[in-house]
């Protein structure tokens, strides 16, 4: 796990810096707020220090607001984030950083205003070139299988050399290995990391072996970000 420095203000300075943590980033759905910091505490003992808490439940601000506070060691993202309103919640509850689905214009002028380290989505060219114009050193690539998977980003990794992706949306465990060995790709985000059936069950001690078997994957595979 990295020891990226975060600001004092217990904020990181940029995306790169999050995305350096890990390879692996689990994507989470969480129904119950008292589920949010035990999870939390299993994803650190796992070797996992970052989280991307998901805006698909009633409960996500408050999971990531608890997470913040209570888990301070944890880098905590908020994900699915639409709207400058939803952007503005998240950013009030502490998270560190927000990922779009797709474009937003909103919640990029909301991130910049507050500078708030933004992993925007992406699925063509088009959307990618938008981004790379706008100086982002890295994107989402979502939903990645959906999209086409290893060969797309091979195709666009050739067009913007530079750029860094985060695939998530469809990847599992047998696939993780193809996108981490791409040198393109800086992590992998999923929900296979941390089942629903765990976190609803509050079996915590399911999650360090599923973390595990993933990390070990990762670090079998191509470089990180340097």
């Known amino acids: 796990m990295s020891t990226k420095k975060k600001r004092k203000d217990n904020s990181y300075p940029d995306i790169h810096h999050i995305l350096s943590i890990s390879r692996v980033i689990p994507v989470v759905n969480i129904d ?82 507050h500078q708030i380290p933004l992993l925007p989505g992406t699925q063509t060219a088009s959307e990618i070139a938008l981004w790379v114009e706008r100086g982002f050193e890295a994107v989402k690539f979502f939903p990645a299988e959906v999209a086409g998977g290893v060969n797309a980003l091979k195709a666009y990794s050739s067009v913007f050399g530079e750029l860094k992706f985060c695939p998530t949306g469809g990847i599992t ?21 941390v089942s629903k ?23 079998n595979s191509g470089p990180p970000w340097d």
Not at 36 to 46: D, S, T, W
Not at 176 to 190: E, F, K, N, T
Not at 203 to 214: F, I, K, Q, T
Request: charged share 25%; aromatic share 6%.
């Open 32 to 113: 119950n707020p008292k589920q949010a910091v035990p999870l939390a505490n299993a994803l650190l003992e796992g070797g996992v220090g970052v989280i991307e808490v998901t805006l698909r439940t009633p409960a996500a601000v408050e999971c990531i607001k608890k997470i913040c506070r209570e888990v301070p060691k944890m880098c905590v993202g908020a994900g699915t984030v639409w709207t400058r309103d939803a952007a503005k919640k998240v950013r009030k509850a502490g998270a560190q950083f927000i990922v779009s689905p797709g474009r937003s214009d909103a919640v990029f002028k909301y991130c910049k205003k």
């Open 173 to 193: 465990s047998q696939l993780v290995d193809d996108y981490l060995s791409l040198s393109s790709v800086v992590c992998v985000g999923g929900s296979w990391l």
């Open 197 to 219: 059936k765990a976190i609803s069950e509050r079996d915590w001690g399911r999650v360090n072996p599923e973390l595990l078997a993933a990390r070990e994957s990762s670090d």
